[in-house]
């Protein structure tokens, strides 16, 4: 075995490089959190548990998350939101809307960029599964429009 020496390489880290090998440690990132700073795998776990086919149905970013209600107690009427959900809200990266009977979870501005950039990455939502997504959000071109041309 070499002995061990720092090379110019791992003056930036603490490890120990052998003559001749390069350290990588300091060009490696942790990409799973450096890639959607806006988004946490609780929050993206359940927007895609929100965004999947449902029976027979899939679902439109543009008609929002729908909201249970508490049924009684103190917060009676109030919008009965998941931990995950109640994050976004409070980051604000969604908003409630409770103008009609059912509460429904919309995103803002910031939020659609959070959910362009997750949908975008194929590591965090299966192309094939979310196509429905990705053609609303505009990533993935119609199959009309490609047809067209």
């Not at 052998?18 to 988004?39: E, H, Q, S, V």
């Not at 609780?42 to 508490?70: C, H, K, M, N």
Request: hydrophobic share 35%.
């Amino acid at each position: 075995m070499p002995p061990a020496i720092q090379t110019s390489a791992c003056l930036s880290c603490t490890c120990l490089g052998y003559i001749g090998k390069t350290c990588y440690r300091p060009f490696m990132t942790t990409f799973d959190n450096a890639a959607i700073p806006g988004l946490t795998p609780a929050e993206r776990q359940y927007i895609r548990r929100e965004l999947d086919q449902f029976f027979s149905t899939l679902p439109s970013v543009a008609d929002g998350f729908q909201v249970r209600t508490w049924r009684g107690g103190p917060q009676k009427g109030q919008p009965k939101l998941p931990p995950p959900a109640r994050a976004l809200v409070d980051r604000g990266l969604m908003r409630v809307d409770q103008s009609s009977s059912i509460p429904r979870l919309f995103f803002t501005g910031s939020g659609i960029v959070a959910l362009r950039q997750m949908m975008a990455d194929r590591r965090f939502a299966d192309p094939v599964k979310f196509a429905h997504v990705r053609r609303e959000l505009g990533i993935d071109p119609d199959v009309e429009s490609r047809a067209a041309e």
